[in-house]
């Protein structure tokens, strides 16, 4: 009986102290804000000059531009005091200067790690690091050429000039939250990069000689991202 007695009283006193180490973790886990976003971004990257601009000016070729458009899908992850996305980016040009254009697709993937040393129900403010790689193709045509249908031989066909370029960049990025106690929030992102390693230009189709790698090219992008 006694034995029963002491059990019962051991019980009584553990499922109190149990049940409060349960609403204690319940408590954090409630009290933890970190979350998982998908978002969608538009913006411009400013870039700065290429190298091969001077190879293109010599022959009065259109050089590449130096603003364009650029679109982002990301995911984003928000804890407490800090942010971190992971985004892949698009962006399209071309230009034309009679009898030349010159067009180009970019691609690219982003890490991006920040810092939020202010932060409001409705408003933050961040900073942090980018990383990125980014893929060129570029075309360059003569549209003064013309294709002989009876006459297919590539080596006669010559008016397209195609070159590829990959870098990669790390820099610096702030970023500013609006409408944070919004369904739909908006971010802006600003950043500057700085090629840290690029390739050599090279051709899908054809080997190219005295080529050269763009080191120290570098970028300010501007993005207003939906999340």
Known sequence: MKKLIIFAMTVG?????????????????????????????????????????????????????????????????????????LEVSASYWKKDNNPFRSEAISSGIKLRGHYVPFKTEKFFFS????????????????????????DLDPTNQIGNIQLNNNLMYAGPSIAFGFLQNKATKLRLNLGYDFAVISSKWKSDYTTVDNTFRENGHDRFYVKLTIL
């Open 13 to 85: 006193f553990a499922i109190p102290s149990f049940a409060q180490e349960t609403e204690t973790v319940t408590e954090e886990v409630k009290t933890s804000k970190v979350k998982g976003e998908l978002y969608f971004g538009a913006g411009a990257m400013i870039n700065g000059d290429y190298k091969i601009n001077n190879n293109l000016k010599q022959v009065g070729m259109t050089e590449i531009e130096s603003a364009v458009p650029e679109f982002t899908i990301g995911l984003g992850i928000t804890g407490e005091k800090w942010t971190a996305d």
């Open 127 to 150: 900073a942090g690091a980018d990383l990125s790689y980014q893929v060129n193709k570029f075309n360059f045509y003569n549209r003064n050429q013309h294709l002989d249908l009876n």
